[in-house]
């Protein structure tokens, strides 16, 4: 019992340090593109919709946790890499936001 109790403590954390995480990223977007630099569709979209999916890793059960904390980092920085997508510091911003997602993932694996 006492194990599930940590495990969800720490997935709880660990959403809650993706939210601030993203939010950072879109607001870092915002910053961008007020000061007159380059930013694409793509990345108002990625980083407007990644803060709202925060409240839907808390609703999902330890199963499907365990599925999506592995593919969600992989797929979203497999497609920040794709040449031209993004500029770099966008792929890095996104790489740092998804370190909690994969510590859900090890955390619901125990």
Do not use: H, K
């Not at 000061?35 to 803060?51: C, H, I, K, Q």
């Amino acid at each position: 019992m006492e194990n599930t109790a940590n495990t969800s403590l720490t997935v709880r954390r660990s959403v809650q340090v993706y939210a601030v995480l993203s939010t950072a990223a879109l607001l870092t977007v915002v910053a961008v593109s007020a000061s007159g630099g380059a930013t694409s569709t793509f990345m108002w979209v990625r980083a407007g919709l990644l803060p709202l999916l925060s409240s839907v890793l808390l609703r999902l059960s330890p199963a499907r946790l365990r599925v999506v904390g592995v593919v969600l980092p992989v797929a979203i920085i497999g497609i920040d890499l794709v040449p031209g997508v993004c500029p770099l510091w966008f792929a890095a911003v996104q790489a740092v936001c998804m370190l909690p997602v994969v510590r859900i993932a090890v955390a619901v694996r125990r």
